[in-house]
């Protein structure tokens, strides 16, 4: 709500943008048997999407307080930096249009070596859809972040398309008359224009936009397997080791070489399920489930030290460090419908969620993990 000078509590700052987007996709796919043994499928998917923004912050209403020049703070400024006239003489902010346009191949490779061993690939490109931040972004943060402290952090009012071009080999099959199955594979993902939240703090308050990470690598290995040791008893145990790299970011350039953010090093995943069949309609059941995350960067900014608020800012001690949770299960299930007592994070672990990164604030804010807890959920499908 945007209350003018002269009213109690006037408005500092306001980001106010109104956002239009319009979707339209077409997608098909097509297989072929090259073989009783090889088969070949193709995919294809083109999206559209045309995004507006019209930015809504009046634009003869000025600040109390804050300024563009720093302290002292004697206000007159426009709330959004954007109408800057330092920046913008013509004192407005048109509306704003963009389309964002992506085909999607994907082609995968299949070939059945034994009756129980099939060899696969698959190579396929993916997209998520640019779009707009609040108008005056790009300008709160040169007026009030880069000028202030000496940072180069380059942020816009609008963001590209994020695309990615991802390989796949490897191997499944089953074992032992079927009672094993597994899989595994190695990968290769390069992502262009990755897109990043930034998370800023400052004396305009909080701002939140998506920037680019121009290029990052992510490889690795996944592998599972399932063992149905009995009719009643089955364990599982999947996992994956992952590495990345930033090989360029025009946004913060001295995070070139730093971790994919939010891309754990390694993930484990094992449990096991027990079931006693009671009637021809109903079992009891039992199941465990332990995860476990590896090391995990949620910054570009890593073993970096930048300007701040309070001094320069050291963010390598925000990765955040391996952790393991273990999950319960106990109830009565059917066809459609199942009623279990739970319990998640029996062992009480502490961890954090996510670590919201702020460099220019001089440090992190963090979500903490959901502690242990003890329900009963009943379900029914239909």
Known sequence: MFVPQGQPNPTEQLLHDRFNTNVYAVFGELGYDVTDKFILSFAGRYDREERTVNNLVPTDALTQFIDFDGAPFTGGAPLNPGLNPLINPEGKIDERNRNFNQFQPKISATYHLTPGLTAFANWGVGFKSGGFNNQGSKATVDTQIN??????????????????????????????????????????????????????????????????????????????????????????????????????NSGRPDTVGNKSPAT??????????????????????????????????????????????????????????????????????????????????????????????????????????ARRRFGFELSYSY
């Open 264 to 369: 754990p090093s390694f993930n484990v995943n094992l449990g096991g399920q027990w079931t006693q069949p009671l009637a021809d309609w109903v079992e009891l059941f039992v199941r465990a489930d332990t995860q476990i995350i590896g090391p995990t960067w949620f910054h570009t900014v890593q073993k970096n030290q930048q300007p701040s608020l309070f001094g320069l800012s050291d963010f390598s001690k925000t990765r955040r460090d391996t952790y393991a949770t273990l999950n319960l299960r106990a109830g009565f299930q059917s066809e459609n419908w199942s009623a279990l007592f739970f319990a998640d994070n029996v062992t009480k672990t502490d961890y954090v969620e996510e670590v919201i990164g702020a460099p220019e604030f001089g440090g992190p804010f963090l979500n903490p993990g």
């Open 147 to 248: 000028a202030a402290f000496g940072s180069t952090v380059n942020v816009e009012d609008d963001f590209e398309k994020e695309t990615s071009s991802a390989f796949e080999v490897g191997l499944k099959g089953t074992v032992f008359d079927g009672a094993v199955h597994y899989e595994t594979a190695a990968f290769y993902t390069d992502v262009d224009d990755m897109q990043f939240f930034e998370f800023f703090v400052g004396t305009f308050g909080l701002l939140r936009v998506v920037s680019n990470i121009d290029d990052v690598d992510i490889y690795g290995l996944e592998s599972s397997v399932s063992w149905a040791i009995s009719d009643r008893f089955k364990t599982w145990v999947n996992g994956s080791i992952i590495d990345s790299e930033i090989k360029v």
